[in-house]
């Protein structure tokens, strides 16, 4: 069973930084990584993701320049790294695992998912 579990939330002040971790088992092949984010009322929104085959990459406009995702090399790993941290990127962050090396930005073509973490970001 693939199980996706984040860590890494917590409340921080504007400007401060953060960085998340998913750590993914139960699987033995992960082309496909993302970050999505889901803030109070609102629909979960994509925020960044990875391919394993080249490391192709793909963040929101919200967060490029700001935050940055990484992989381990042939680990179950995932990282995000999150810079100048602003109140709108209070949300609960989701990774999630897509079983095609395709990057893409709807979160229902990734199959797996973790139960998030929350990130509050005060003003």
């Known amino acids: 069973q693939v199980q996706l579990v984040e860590s890494g939330g917590g409340l921080v002040q504007a400007g401060d930084s953060l960085t998340l971790s998913c750590a993914v088992s139960g699987a033995t092949f992960y082309p496909a990584m993302a970050w999505f984010r889901q803030r109070p009322g609102k629909e979960r929104e994509f925020v960044a993701a990875?391919?394993?085959?080249?490391?192709?990459?793909d963040y929101a406009d919200s967060v490029r320049g700001r935050f940055t995702i990484s992989g381990d090399n042939g680990e179950a790993a995932l990282s995000l790294q999150m810079n100048d941290l602003q109140p709108e990127d209070t949300a609960n962050y989701y990774c999630?695992?897509?079983?095609?090396?395709?990057?893409?930005?709807?979160?229902?073509?990734?199959?797996?998912w973790g139960q998030g973490t929350q990130v509050t970001v005060s003003s």
């Open positions: 999630a695992l897509r079983r095609s090396y395709q990057l893409v930005r709807t979160a229902r073509d990734y199959e797996y």
């Open positions: 990875m391919t394993r085959n080249d490391g192709s990459i």
